[in-house]
């Protein structure tokens, strides 16, 4: 198995920032926008993002919600193993609102599709963005491209992108993994 380093943790934290305005050139002061990350590995980049926009870009009120789709997915009765679903975290109300999905990687797009049936439990949003760190683009199975990308990967089947997140104990990095 080899391992290369695609991200280190000074270029993760000038794409998060570099995120964030690209998000602020387009929503303004976010009065009439909300942020999703989709659970489990979404979460760490949305809380991020929200952070910088708060702390350093001033952004008042910002809404960010946490929202599981384990059981939404169109593969969750096809694993051996069982599910470990996470917690939904939405305290408020998206209809009428622009949403940005927040998610660590896209690779099929199967999570994606996912979350735009799950998000419906909370309103009809008036439009939908997905904000992405990683773009594997070769290998989407559904016609679905980010709006917002951190870095493009080739990355062919047999290898992984995996994200790695100070608040996992971890050095912020992004790493290919060939096995």
Known sequence: MSQKVLLNATEVNIIL???ACQLIEKHNDFSNTVLVG?????????????KI????????DLKLGLLDITFYRDDFRRSD???????TEINFVVENKNVVFID??????????????????FGR????????????????HLPIQPNYRGRQVDAINKE????QWQEQGEEDAVYLINN
């Not at 193993?81 to 917690?87: D, F, G, I």
């Not at 660590?104 to 439990?121: K, W």
């Open 53 to 60: 926009l708060k702390e350093e870009y001033k952004i008042k």
């Open 125 to 140: 949003p008036e439009e939908i963005e997905l904000l992405t760190l990683i773009d594997r683009r070769f290998s989407r």
């Open 160 to 163: 992984k992108v995996i994200v």
């Open 17 to 19: 920032h570099r995120l």
């Open 38 to 50: 989709l659970q489990p590995r979404g979460k760490y980049l949305a809380q991020r993002i929200a």
């Open 104 to 121: 660590d990687v896209l690779y099929t797009g199967r999570s994606i599709r996912a979350a735009l049936t799950a998000i419906q439990s």
């Open 81 to 87: 193993k069982p599910l470990e679903a996470n917690t």
